[in-house]
């Protein structure tokens, strides 16, 4: 990938799929220094930026917004979307407010998990995607995996589509947006990160007062791990995995020229 496409800005996102995260947290300041030095990110008040590009919000927790990692979905039309979730059988947490560069509301699934909904204006959401340090696929955790799919097949025009043990949603347009897990108590959504190395991304978040919920594991083309900063919000770190690929080639006997 060249230097300019690397730095090449996201401007907008499909409806309904994941375009933006953000962290809430009690200590902001100290949370912000965590993730610089973690992912290499650089603090802009309420947003963090990889290379001058928004990837990722920054936010005060308070009682209408729970500590933690918060994963959101475009919704060109917020009032339309917040109207198919509540028919579909899911909860309004936070009425439509406006926001930095749109507006958001936040809503929850029947089991209880938590997403955010923006409504785009100056601002689509994270402006950088599929390299290190950026916004990977988020994860529903979820301990009742049929009535999420009827939900977010309902409320989202989300597929369900099952792979050796996990499952993995497709919009309507049949691309992969997000995964799923089974879990337990309800369920959870979890945010994602791309790194370089996941090992070496676990060990310096110990190093940095964090801690690794799950040990580095591999799964198909991904290595991923859990991890939990130094405050008590988790997330998951990505990172690809490249299995050397070996040709063979058999040379049957040629035919004889007359």
Not at 39 to 65: C, H, M, N, Q
Not at 138 to 143: A, F, K, N, R, Y
């Amino acid at each position: 990938m060249s230097t300019m496409e690397r730095l090449m800005r996201i401007r907008g996102y499909a409806p309904l799929t994941p375009c933006w995260v953000e962290l809430a947290s009690a200590d902001p300041a100290r949370a912000s220094q965590f993730y610089a030095e973690l992912f290499g990110w650089e603090s802009a008040g309420d947003r963090f930026k990889l290379g001058g590009r928004a990837v990722a919000g920054l936010t005060r927790s308070g009682p209408d917004r729970p500590e933690g990692w918060l994963t959101h979905l475009s919704a060109p039309d917020l009032e339309e979307a917040l109207e198919q979730v509540a028919l579909s059988g899911g909860h309004l947490l936070s009425h439509p407010a406006e926001a930095h560069g749109g507006r958001r509301a936040i809503i929850a699934d029947p089991s209880g998990a938590v997403l955010g909904l923006w409504e785009p204006r100056e601002f689509g959401g994270s402006q950088a995607r599929d390299e290190p340090g950026t916004m990977s696929w988020p994860e529903l955790i979820t301990d009742d995996a049929n009535t999420a799919a009827r939900f977010y097949g309902s409320a989202f025009g989300w597929l369900l589509r099952h792979e050796f043990g996990t499952g993995e949603w497709l919009n309507q347009a049949h691309d992969a947006i997000a995964g799923l897990s089974a879990g337990y108590r309800g369920g959870w959504w979890r945010a994602a990160f791309q790194v370089e190395d996941i090992q070496s991304a676990a060990d310096y978040c110990e190093r940095l007062g964090g801690a690794v919920l799950s040990e580095p594991v591999e799964t198909g083309l991904s290595a991923f791990a859990e991890l939990r900063d130094p405050f008590g919000a988790r997330f998951t770190v990505v990172a690809p995995v490249h299995h050397p690929v070996e040709l063979t080639v058999s040379l049957g006997a040629l035919p004889a020229w007359e």
